[in-house]
């Protein structure tokens, strides 16, 4: 660590902001020392808030259709290889009682941009799952839709919303993306779900093809104006049938520094540990809550459909039935000294 990134570090930890050059110094000039500097320091932020309490989140994957043909994304329209699927509502019901049995009181349904979930359609499901367990929060993360749409869907009682915004940098969004698809829309519908009292989230991609350091000092930036309530980032990971076939994936350490670092602009944030950060390293979503995440999202889905949403390759938890995902976890978290906790786990407000 040099006199340079130790000042950087200092003033991040107690001040919680730095500039957009610095966020980038940060990043440029960092090594092991200043990772396990930031990350001692995210612990033990996240801990006075948190305490060693991780969050779980029962992830249905609700549908691999998607009108979009993001660059990145197995499931992406132009992928004919794809064996499309959707979840009935029925499905979708019995998974999230299938979660609430296993002590998860959160649910996110996910999916593409499947125009087959109309606002009539989810409002139905939402109350469903609302009906049958009042005390679990809803998540959706269901991409780009209208201000109209995201107004329907919270008032029937969707808590909080994940939507990626991929990149902060326009000409970076532009090269992850088919030209249909504009980065001014996704930040339209993230200050959109924000203004309607959503919990949102944002977040981005590790090591995606075209990102440079400055890109992910604006996507700091960005996570410091913004103030998600969550933030969702996990390397980049190459699906063979996609135009980055050939990419090399995202690091395991860059992204466990920026979870320190995120942590530590967001002290309350809720920050998980994703599947594919699991998946590019076998103790990979433990890595990550010793940097600083304290979430966990399990796979609810039924294994029938698991292997079909395929966003990138060799993802993990793809045989396992869920209860079996719980209990890998449970013990997995339990080993570095943390807990999982049944709790809805809303974000603490300031
Ligand atoms: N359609 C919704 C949306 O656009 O927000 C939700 C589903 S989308 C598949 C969820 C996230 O998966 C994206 O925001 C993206 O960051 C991530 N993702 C897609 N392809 C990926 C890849 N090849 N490697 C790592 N993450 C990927
Ligand atoms: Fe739509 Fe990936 S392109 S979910």
Do not use: W
């Not at 570090?9 to 980038?24: F, M, P």
């Not at 009682?157 to 532009?174: I, K, Q, V």
């Not at 996990?234 to 979870?259: D, M, Q, R, W």
């Amino acid at each position: 660590m040099t006199n340079v990134t130790k000042e950087l570090a200092d003033r991040l930890i107690r001040e919680h902001s730095l500039s957009l050059d610095e966020y980038e110094a940060l990043l440029t000039d960092r090594d092991a020392e200043t990772a396990e500097y930031l990350a001692a320091e995210a612990v033990k932020q996240r801990k006075a808030v948190y305490g060693t309490k991780v969050f779980v989140r029962g992830l249905i994957e609700i549908s691999n259709r998607c009108k979009n043909d993001c660059l990145y994304c197995g499931i992406r329209l132009s992928n004919g290889k794809c064996n499309r699927y959707r979840l009935t509502e029925e499905q979708i019901l019995a998974c999230a009682d299938e979660g609430y049995r296993l002590g998860l009181h959160t649910v996110v349904m996910q999916g593409g941009e499947d125009p087959y979930y109309t606002d009539e359609v989810l409002v139905r499901i939402i109350k469903g799952i609302k009906a049958q367990h009042p005390d679990s929060a809803v998540t959706l993360s269901l991409g780009e839709r209208s201000r109209e749409s995201y107004k329907a869907l919270r008032e029937a009682g969707a808590d909080r919303y994940l939507l990626r915004h991929e990149t902060a940098d326009a000409e970076h969004y532009r090269k992850l993306h088919p030209a249909e698809m504009s980065f001014e829309n996704r930040m339209r519908c993230l200050r959109d779900l924000k203004e309607l009292g959503y919990q949102t989230g944002c977040g981005f991609m590790v090591g995606s093809p075209y990102q440079t350091m400055r890109a992910l000092a604006e996507d700091l930036k960005f996570i410091e104006t913004f103030r998600p309530e969550m933030c969702g980032i996990g390397p980049f990971i190459p699906h063979h049938e996609t135009p980055f076939a050939k990419e090399p994936a995202g690091s395991v350490e860059l992204t466990c520094y920026l979870l320190s670092i995120i942590r530590l602009i967001h002290p309350r944030v809720l920050l998980p540990a994703t599947t594919a950060l699991g998946t590019m390293h076998p103790k990979g979503r433990e890595l990550g809550i010793l940097a600083g995440a304290n979430v966990l999202m399990p796979n609810l889905s039924p294994v029938n459909v698991r292997k079909q949403y395929e966003l990138y390759d060799n993802k993990i938890c793809m045989g396992e039935e869920s209860a079996q995902c719980m209990q890998c976890l449970s013990e997995r978290i339990r080993a570095i000294g943390y807990e999982i906790t049944a709790e809805r786990g809303d974000y603490a407000g300031e």
